[in-house]
């Protein structure tokens, strides 16, 4: 594991209250050098919480202008299940353009990719990387880190739940040694082949321990998968 996702594994064990996840998402900004980081979360019951970097103003200002009926990275987030960099939203229209300057006079950066994160029991949480910098620098970035990203975001999402006192959690099946295994390996880095090759099993049978895993945990993907079954202390990468 990388070192950076190392830091950020051992401030996330010191979190036990929503204060503590605030500032845990605020160091991120120390970690990845981006300037704003936001978590973004409606549980079942409708309730929102958040954890961000964006200015006090803005977002009392973007909640009172009821932003979110018309920002496209919440829009287009709510309609994929996949990390979406900004610049595959739509960002016509009169509206979205004014909502955009505003945006941007209040700090917010050129450059955006979030993830989308589905819990259980019909939870919903958005994932967010904003700064400012060129295109070029932006797909450095994002190249470089997304295996990362995905990761914090899924752990985050998970201690947000914890947090909620295990009200969105669902218990979930013991995993097999195999599954266990297969996860690890992918985990560590390995290639679907190469984990196979490990294990003596063709990458058909290993595909069907991942998914049957993934399936066990309630995981969107396989990162997704590996992220849960490592916060849940059911294997160690």
């Avoid at 503590?20 to 919480?49: C, K, R, T, W």
């Avoid at 209040?106 to 450059?111: H, L, R, Y």
């Avoid at 910098?133 to 990362?148: G, L, R």
Wanted: glycine share 8%; aromatic share 10%; net charge negative.
């Amino acid at each position: 594991m990388q070192n950076k996702i190392v830091a950020f594994l051992e401030r996330l064990e010191q979190v036990i209250t929503f204060d503590d996840f605030q500032h845990l998402v605020e160091g991120l900004q120390s970690i990845y050098h981006v300037e704003h980081f936001v978590y973004h979360s409606i549980n079942s019951a409708g309730q929102p919480y958040a954890a961000l970097t964006y200015s006090a103003d803005w977002v009392d200002h973007y909640l009172g202008q009821d932003y979110g009926r018309i920002d496209p990275v919440v829009l287009g987030c709510f309609q994929r299940f996949h990390p979406v960099d900004w610049k595959q939203l739509d960002w016509s229209g009169k509206a979205v353009r004014s909502f955009m300057l505003e945006a941007s006079d209040a700090g917010v950066g050129n450059q955006g990719f979030s993830i989308p994160i589905r819990g259980p029991n019909g939870q919903f949480a958005l994932f967010t990387v904003n700064h400012h910098c060129s295109d070029e620098d932006w797909v450095k970035f994002t190249s470089a880190n997304v295996s990362d990203l995905l990761l914090i975001a899924h752990y985050l999402n998970q201690k947000a739940l914890e947090i909620e006192h295990g009200t969105d959690r669902m218990p979930g099946r013991p995993l097999s040694p195999r599954e266990l295994d297969a996860l690890t390996l992918i985990g560590m880095g390995n290639s679907r082949a190469h984990a196979a090759d490990n294990l003596s099993i063709s990458e058909h049978t290993l595909r069907v321990y991942i998914e049957s895993a993934r399936f066990k945990l309630g995981a969107a993907n396989t990162t997704h998968a590996v992220a849960l079954a490592m916060a849940r202390g059911q294997i160690i990468v």
